[in-house]
């Protein structure tokens, strides 16, 4: 087996997490005069958040611009104004704000383990924004060696031209590349790229997402 040079993570429910959607969901009702059950408030967002991931969505190229971002996901949203009038709309502004997201407590140390390792790091990600300023606020900008984003290479994942020119800026073979994400399509579109693929589980909530399963992958490559 190849050794692991270089790691391409996903960002969001990879390495960070998002803001309490359900938890906007039923404060927005509220505000509005509309009682909703954190159950219920829950349900409406899975419902949503599971139909933004479905080929369909991805295939609308909201990410490859900040207004085409905000006009596709905003009309996913606005399906569930039928439950509450405005929730799309602040939904938008409230949970999709990268700035609003926050690193899972085993980001930074597993991040930190792969830059000991002398393995590189890339994060490759469907966003209209760039990262880097997330990350830097959060004091993780050091450990990565470059930000590849869907709106500035011109395509999205699962294309395999994102994970080739995240590679290239890495200066990692895609043999010896692994991605890591959440996502079996959009991640999982570095297989068609050439390169290995970590699936992370299912995760909810602020708490340690498992990212060790990454560093038992380089290490097994490396000892092989």
């Known amino acids: 087996m190849t050794p692991i040079h270089g790691v391409l993570f996903d960002w969001g429910d990879t390495l960070f997490a998002p803001p309490d959607a359900a938890k ?10 509309f009682a909703v059950s954190s159950e219920r408030a829950r349900a409406i967002w899975e419902e949503l958040w599971a139909l933004g991931k479905t080929p369909a969505e991805l295939a609308k190229g909201r990410d490859l611009s900040a207004e085409a971002h905000r006009t596709v996901w905003t009309s996913l949203f606005r399906t569930a104004d039928a439950h509450i009038p405005g929730i799309g709309r602040a939904l938008y502004e409230r949970v ?6 926050l690193p899972y407590p085993d980001t930074a140390p597993t991040l930190k383990a792969l830059r000991d390792r002398r393995v590189k790091v890339a994060i490759v ?5 760039d990262l880097s300023d997330v990350f830097r606020g959060h004091g993780l900008a050091g450990y990565v060696d470059a930000f590849v ?13 994102i994970f080739l020119a995240a590679c290239e800026r890495i200066g990692t073979a895609p043999a010896a590349t692994l991605m890591v994400g959440d996502h079996a399509i959009a991640d999982g579109g ?10 992370l589980p299912p995760h909810e909530g602020h708490g340690v997402r498992g990212l060790d399963r990454v560093l038992a992958v380089v290490d097994a490559a490396a000892a092989v």
């Open 149 to 161: 984003h869907s709106f500035q290479v011109g395509a999205e994942k699962p294309d395999p031209r």
């Open 190 to 199: 570095a297989t068609a790229a050439g390169l290995r693929f970590l699936l």
């Open 125 to 129: 990600s469907n966003v209209p924004r």
């Open 96 to 101: 999709m704000d990268p700035v609003a997201w």
């Open 24 to 33: 906007v969901i039923a404060d927005v009702a509220g505000e509005r005069g």
